[in-house]
């Protein structure tokens, strides 16, 4: 079996209204077992109510090498960032 | 040390079985084939550590006095245990600890289900907890009969040779002795005789879908239940037990 094992990355919920956020990586054999093992592996301490699991080889990722051509042509574009607004009381996130 | 009264001798074997499937699972901690597995196992572990603790402290309560759920852990000797074999069974190659993991989990789901029914509150709510665990146990052991079964030709080889040893360890579970006899009818135990034909179609059904091949009955090998145990259980008691044996009363 360890030959055909593979690497997914793993994102919980932690709460209704929360977002999924990128937790780690596991191996398992399928994406079913990764389900699994991702709640044994991430979820121990009641960290979850929803998880999602892609397999690392589906994801494509921006390279470090991309930075100067995808980013910094945003830092002269202020009104583009919505850093001036302030939240509400109570609202943590949004 | 005896026990007398018929539910403190019910709730300690149910803790029996946990904690010794409990700490034959844990002996694969750091020796599972892979960390995830070895982590998902080591939980399945904890949760009948975590149910064997339930059991005994509810029996302590029965007992009253100086006893404690460490005492009937760590305190009795092999002939006070009272586990089904199964349990106790060492752990062998993954696929006889995955495959003892389903034929025992087909048989604790529907017992903890029945278990959530009893008349004695408390071990209906040991068992409302026990269950839910149960149900993601066999989904797991019986996504592993699949996957050992389905697998490779000597996955599968490894799987249906575990299959043939443990079969004649799962009469036991089904057995009705004496006191289980009063406790059914006062409503506190669980019949385990009427739990037979699930576990069977279960069995049957998961065997079937792995390619495995559901081996002939034999004649059952019994005798747990009266303290009459497998060497194997010695050797484990030996060490499960030894730091409270050299140390007695040791704390954390």
């Given at each position: 079996m360890s030959d055909q094992i593979q690497l997914y990355e793993v994102f919980i919920r932690s709460s209704r209204g929360l977002d999924h956020k990128h937790v780690g990586s596991l191996h398992a054999d399928d994406a079913q077992q990764a389900l699994e093992y991702a709640r044994d592996v991430y979820t121990r301490r009641g960290e979850g109510i929803s998880i999602w699991v892609v397999a690392s080889k589906d994801i494509t990722a921006s390279q470090e090498s991309d930075c100067d051509s995808f980013y910094d042509p945003l830092d002269d574009k202020p009104y583009r960032h919505a850093a001036m607004y302030e939240l509400p009381e109570g609202i943590d996130s949004l | 040390m005896k026990l007398h009264d018929p539910l403190t001798r019910y709730v300690v074997r149910l803790g029996d079985d946990a904690l010794i499937m409990g700490h034959r699972l844990s002996e694969w901690m750091s020796k599972a084939p892979f960390l995830e597995e070895d982590i998902a196992l080591s939980n399945v572990a904890l949760d009948f550590v975590g149910r064997a603790?339930?059991?005994?402290?509810?029996?302590?309560?029965?007992?009253?006095?100086?006893?404690?759920?460490?005492?009937?852990?760590?305190?009795?000797?092999?002939?006070?245990?009272?586990?089904?074999?199964?349990?106790?069974?060492?752990?062998?190659?993954?696929?006889?600890?995955?495959?003892?993991?389903?034929?025992?989990d087909a048989f604790s789901l529907p017992f903890t289900q029945a278990l959530c029914n009893s008349t004695d509150s408390r071990l209906a709510a040991i068992a409302a907890k026990a269950e839910k665990e149960s149900r993601y146990h066999l989904r797991r052991s019986r996504d592993w009969m699949l996957r050992l079964g389905d697998g490779t030709a000597e996955s599968h080889e490894r799987c249906q040779n575990a299959l043939e040893q443990l079969w004649i360890y799962t009469d036991e579970m089904f057995e009705r002795d004496a006191l289980l006899d009063g406790l059914i009818a006062s409503g506190i135990a669980v019949d385990p005789a009427s739990l037979r034909s699930t576990w069977l179609e279960t069995v049957t059904e998961t065997l079937h879908a792995a390619t495995l091949v559901l081996p002939e009955p034999q004649g059952g090998v019994t005798g747990g239940r009266k303290g009459i145990h497998t060497d194997d259980l010695g050797f484990l008691l030996a060490e499960m037990q030894f730091m409270q044996r050299a140390y007695p009363g040791l704390q954390w």
């Open positions: - | 603790r339930l059991f005994y402290q509810y029996g302590a309560e029965l007992m009253g006095g100086e006893v404690t759920e460490n005492t009937f852990a760590y305190q009795r000797d092999v002939r006070d245990f009272t586990n089904l074999l199964l349990c106790e069974l060492p752990r062998g190659d993954f696929a006889f600890t995955l495959s003892r993991q389903f034929l025992y």
